[in-house]
């Protein structure tokens, strides 16, 4: 069954760092990753796709890596902001056969981050 | 373009009290989802449907039923409410299941049971 952990849980950071979220699933056979952004008491927001064949995707001061042979994606936020406080969320697809959830898409219990101002 | 609404955004619902959540997409999506997320446990697939007239089970069926007679709705019915079915659903949709796809949510209904 596909598995998808990130790290760290938390993260506190003062305003204007650099900062990398991590994620990691343990079924290579994905068609696709995912990073969502949630706020407080709102739903998902879809933030980059990468395809299975991409290596990096970016949007804006976002940039998400995708290495699937080791099973590892990397969020990668520039000069974050405090209006960038949210809960951010990684879910890959894949093919039902591996396990990756009913629908094929499996999430991450995501990692909580605080950018103080 | 709306993308995925979902309706009530919240409700209060005494146990054994019957009620639907709705789902309803504009984006002509083929495949839609219900998931419920509760702290420490992420989200968990309850039902999922890859087009009208077909529907399936996720991870967390049990109290729920799903039925998808058009397109762009898909209502998620809790039978007999009870204090475990307190959380937060969303509805979920995207183009086909699998490749290039990507997935949209609703802004979620908060469920208390009491």
């Known amino acids: 069954k596909q598995e998808v952990t990130q790290i760290p849980a938390a993260l506190s950071v003062p305003e204007g760092e650099n900062l990398v979220l991590n994620c990691s699933f343990t079924?290579?056979?994905?068609?696709?990753l995912q990073w969502f952004r949630q706020d407080p008491g709102k739903g998902l927001t879809s933030l980059l796709l990468?395809?299975?064949?991409?290596r990096e995707q970016t949007s804006g001061r976002l940039n998400a890596s995708l290495d699937k042979s080791s099973g590892r994606s990397t969020l990668y936020i520039a000069a974050s902001q405090p209006g960038e406080s949210a809960t951010y969320l990684c879910a890959v697809r894949g093919p039902r056969y591996s396990g990756g959830g009913a629908d094929g898409l499996t999430f991450g219990k995501g990692t909580h981050l605080i950018i103080q101002p | 373009n709306a993308g995925v609404t979902q309706t009530p955004k919240f409700q209060v619902l005494k146990t054994g009290q019957s009620m639907t959540l709705q789902c309803a997409q504009d984006?002509?999506?083929?495949?839609m989802s219900w998931y419920r997320q509760d702290p420490g446990m992420g989200l968990r697939l309850i039902h999922y449907?890859?087009?009208?007239?077909?529907?399936d089970q996720g991870e967390v069926p049990n109290g729920y039923n799903v039925s998808r007679s058009t397109t762009e709705d898909f209502p998620l019915r809790l039978l007999s409410a009870a204090p475990s079915q307190t959380s937060v659903y969303f509805c979920a949709s995207s183009n086909l299941a699998g490749l290039n796809t990507e997935a949209f949510f609703g802004q979620g209904t908060r469920l208390t049971v009491v």
């Open positions: 984006m002509n999506h083929e495949y």
């Open positions: 449907s890859v087009g009208a007239g077909i529907t």
């Open positions: 990468i395809q299975s064949s991409q």
């Open positions: 079924d290579s056979a994905i068609y696709n």
